[in-house]
């Protein structure tokens, strides 16, 4: 498969998704708009391709600390 | 420079000097930037509300109080302008946005009951990029109060998002202004303006009652003439808040007597140095000279990791999810720039996975810039790797082929604070800039470097001809 091909099959996957959105907004979108969110979409599925390719680990936590709301124990 | 000119372009410290030995009062100052803002604040498209009632019960208080010798200190009598995305109790808060123009909340943001506690005098809200450029814009006009125009140059762009708090400064109409960053938002306008803006640390100011776009980026801060000033408006906003979680338990103090101006240790970020204009890279080689007289400079380079990918997801997912209900309303059809009236769709696109994933690249982000930062003072970097585009053409278009570092995604990633200040004009007699990044919680070593670079140099004092 060349470049091309997996550029275009991408983006034809970006394009379903965006569908699938709009679809949850009937009426709201016509076809240049589908089209411009089709990007966004593309745009985003870039970024996430690249931040799959680094490495973690099982305990790696997400940034924001889970803190529970209510008064310390003394 | 005139008396008038003189006054439109003081220092907040140098207008507290005037109010104090009897050269003004706090009700001709308001008066004189109310008359600013509506003259010259308009033609940049800078204002949104004019607070003229509530500056002036302000001022007359302010007058009242430091007459009888009840001094609040450095800000008390002092206008400014605020971002119109702090709420203000019973003053329309647009967000920038035309759907929500009449939007009104009871209550006041936190920023601004602390600089009400500071004796500050609120005279207007200022524009904004609509949403704080949450639904993605990608040209200058997009806020319903117009495209945000440059004071050096009324053909081209303030910057955003803060767009009038940049734009008011630079002007002269107010002597300093509340702006917020999640990406970028108060740098570039600063930068673009030729005025000093400051980032501060991820949680060194409250954000309660101000618009989210995202929750683990947004930040609040101030936009000035100077350093010196920066640091007088931060410590009247700074601190903890028990009603917003993301606060530091810290307080900040400002005490530029006690800090050291020169010996400090600089890096220096020469990340996508070569793709910036001419200009831009001649005067960063510029300030280098000038930072070497009160520095040790040293080279230093990001560790690698995909900052700009992990940027953008985070804001589009936390975007998506903050703003939703104009989304499902349908509200962002009415927005002002064609692209933003689709652009908040695709985050509905980011896998849950693929979020966290992204916020846990960010805790290692988090935790080697602490090392790198650590062993420096605070690191340089242009501002910006060009100077404002024109209003009528694309950011993108205007950029070309040059592409950006990745030192303000990894700097928001990681909540360091940051400050632009100016160092000298590109093509079109527009400023350009010099940014400082510190550690995160240093926000007074930062003020001081930057405060020590502008007794360096004059640019602070270059004002545009209004």
């Known amino acids: 498969m060349t470049g091309s091909d997996n550029g275009r099959e991408q983006y034809a996957i970006s394009r379903q998704r965006a569908s699938e959105i709009a679809s949850q907004f009937p009426g709201r979108l016509n076809d240049s708009e589908l089209e411009q969110v089709a990007q966004r979409v593309d745009r985003l599925f870039r970024a996430i391709e690249e931040i799959r390719k680094y490495p973690l680990e099982n305990g790696d936590e997400p940034a924001p600390i889970f803190r529970p709301i209510g008064k310390e124990q003394p | 420079m005139s008396g008038a000119k003189a006054l439109s372009f003081a220092t907040v410290r140098q207008l507290g000097k005037m109010l104090r030995n009897g050269e003004t009062t706090p009700t001709e100052l308001a008066e004189f930037y109310i008359e600013r803002l509506e003259r010259i604040g308009s033609q940049l498209n800078a204002v949104v509300t004019i607070t003229r009632d509530l500056a002036m019960r302000e001022a007359r208080l302010a007058e009242e109080e430091l007459a009888a010798g009840h001094d609040r200190g450095p800000l008390h009598g002092i206008p400014y302008g605020a971002k119109d995305l702090l709420a203000t109790s019973g003053i329309p808060t647009s967000w920038g946005a035309g759907p929500l123009k009449d939007q009104v909340f009871p209550f006041d943001a936190a920023v601004i009951e602390r600089l009400r506690n500071a004796g500050a005098v609120l005279v207007a809200k200022l524009a904004m990029v609509e949403l704080a450029g949450g639904m993605g814009y990608r040209q200058p006009n997009a806020s319903f109060t117009g495209p945000g125009i440059n004071p050096w140059n009324t053909d081209a762009w303030s910057g955003g998002s803060s767009s009038g708090s940049g734009s008011a400064v630079g002007a002269g109409c107010v002597p300093f202004a509340i702006g917020s960053e999640t990406m970028g938002s108060i740098l570039t306008p600063a930068g ?12 060194r100011v409250s954000r309660r009652g101000a618009m989210a776009l995202s929750w683990t980026l947004d930040k609040i801060g101030p936009m000035c003439r100077t350093a010196d000033d920066c640091g007088l408006v931060l410590a009247a906003i700074a601190g903890p808040d028990p009603d917003e979680p993301s606060t530091l338990d810290a307080s900040f103090h400002y005490r530029p007597d006690r800090d ?156 360091l604070p940051a400050i632009t200040v100016p160092n000298g004009f590109g093509e079109r007699n527009l400023p350009t800039g010099v940014q400082f990044v510190g550690r995160a919680g240093e926000d007074g070593r930062l003020l001081s470097v930057a405060r020590s670079y502008q007794q360096q140099t004059s640019w602070h004092t270059r004002f545009p001809k209004w």
């Open chain 2, 192 to 203: 673009f303006c030729g005025i000093t803006g400051l980032r501060p640390t991820y949680g």
């Open chain 2, 260 to 415: 050291r101006s020169a010996g400090f240790r600089i890096g220096v970020m020469r990340e996508g140095i070569q793709h910036t204009q001419h200009d831009v890279r001649d005067n960063f080689e510029r300030s280098l000279d000038e930072l070497s007289r009160i520095a040790t400079l040293e080279e230093v380079t990001l560790p690698d990791f995909p900052y700009s990918p992990t940027a953008e997801l985070i804001i589009r997912s936390e975007g998506t999810a903050a703003l939703e209900p104009l989304i499902t309303s349908g509200k962002v059809k009415e927005l002002t720039a064609p692209e933003d009236r689709t652009g908040g769709y695709a985050g509905y696109a980011v896998p849950a996975v693929d979020y966290l994933r992204a916020m846990r690249i960010r805790q290692h982000i988090m935790t080697e810039l602490e090392t790198l930062f650590s062993r420096y003072d605070a690191v340089a970097h242009p501002s910006f790797d060009m100077v404002a585009s024109p209003l009528d053409i694309s950011f993108e278009e205007y950029r070309g082929e040059r592409r950006w570092s990745t030192l303000s995604a990894a700097g928001n990633l990681a909540g």
